[in-house]
């Protein structure tokens, strides 16, 4: 059984003073600490003040991007070790924003997965497809190279430490979800791969995350499917009562 997990990426939004609010209200409703896991990954500015905020709790604090390097004349750029120092306990890697608008390839996003990895923060490594890879039917092809490239020299002890997140980009802040359906093939896919690659078992445990457009109003569907394990969520988890009614879906 994979214990769900429910991630809210903010992005470069909210203040300091907005992150701590939004982790304050969120702690306070709850009694008891909800079924799934919750992870928040406020902007840098914020993460120090979140995990305050959040010491002792059930929420995850978790950052949007490393530096895969340990130290050194990286100006603007933060480290493993920073993050782990500022309370993080896991970190994004790969979203298709890095890619796209920062340049990012598969080396770069396997060298920041190690670096996460040794640094002990839990890695979410994002993926998925452009609208066009998916009109030429290249949804497969490019995710097991995105699977490939990412997830080089890895071992399957460093798999189970590590989420993927399937996010097809033509639905990443568009308003177009993938139907459950059109997820869950490529979550299975992405399931299959890592079995063939590093066993069953491993496959077995892995949380494979949706991300995409997520909503109060879609989260059920998609969790109904078996290889769906969570949701990677942007524009939706801005907002504390939206977030929370994902939680609870
Ligand atoms: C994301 O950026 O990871 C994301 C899924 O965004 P949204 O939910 O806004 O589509």
């Known amino acids: 059984m994979i214990r769900p997990v429910i991630a809210g990426n903010w992005k470069m939004n909210k203040t300091v003073a907005e992150s701590v609010a939004f982790a304050v209200r969120l702690l306070a409703a709850y009694d008891t600490a909800?079924?799934?896991?919750?992870?928040?990954?406020?902007p840098f500015t914020a993460l120090q003040a979140v995990a305050e905020a959040i010491r002792g709790s059930f929420i995850a604090l978790c950052a949007q991007n490393l530096h895969e390097a340990e130290k050194g004349a990286y100006t603007g750029e933060i480290s493993g070790g920073m993050l782990r120092e500022a309370g993080c306990t896991a970190v994004i890697i790969g979203h298709s924003e890095r890619r796209t608008l920062f340049g990012e390839g598969d080396d770069r996003i396997n060298r920041k997965l190690q670096a996460a990895l040794t640094t002990g923060l839990k890695p979410i490594f994002c993926i998925g497809e452009s609208l066009r890879q998916r009109e030429e039917d290249e949804t497969e092809t490019v995710i097991a190279h995105q699977?490939?490239?990412g997830l080089n020299n890895l071992t399957a002890d460093d798999i189970v430490r590590l989420a993927i997140a399937y996010e097809p980009v033509w639905a990443i802040g568009?308003?177009?979800?993938?139907?459950?359906?059109?997820?869950?093939r490529v979550h299975r896919f992405i399931r299959e791969w890592i079995a063939g690659r590093y066993g069953p078992e491993c496959a077995?445990?892995?949380?494979i995350l949706y991300?995409?457009?997520?909503?109060?109003a879609n989260i059920a569907g998609l969790m109904a499917q078996p290889?769906?394990?969570?949701?990677?969520?942007?524009?939706?988890?801005l907002d504390v009562d939206s977030f929370i009614r994902i939680i609870g879906n």
């Open 34 to 42: 909800p079924g799934p896991e919750v992870i928040i990954a406020p």
């Open 204 to 207: 077995a445990t892995l949380a």
């Open 211 to 216: 991300g995409g457009s997520v909503t109060p």
């Open 174 to 184: 568009t308003g177009k979800t993938a139907s459950p359906e059109q997820a869950e």
């Open 147 to 149: 699977l490939k490239e």
């Open 227 to 237: 290889d769906i394990n969570g949701g990677l969520i942007g524009g939706a988890s």
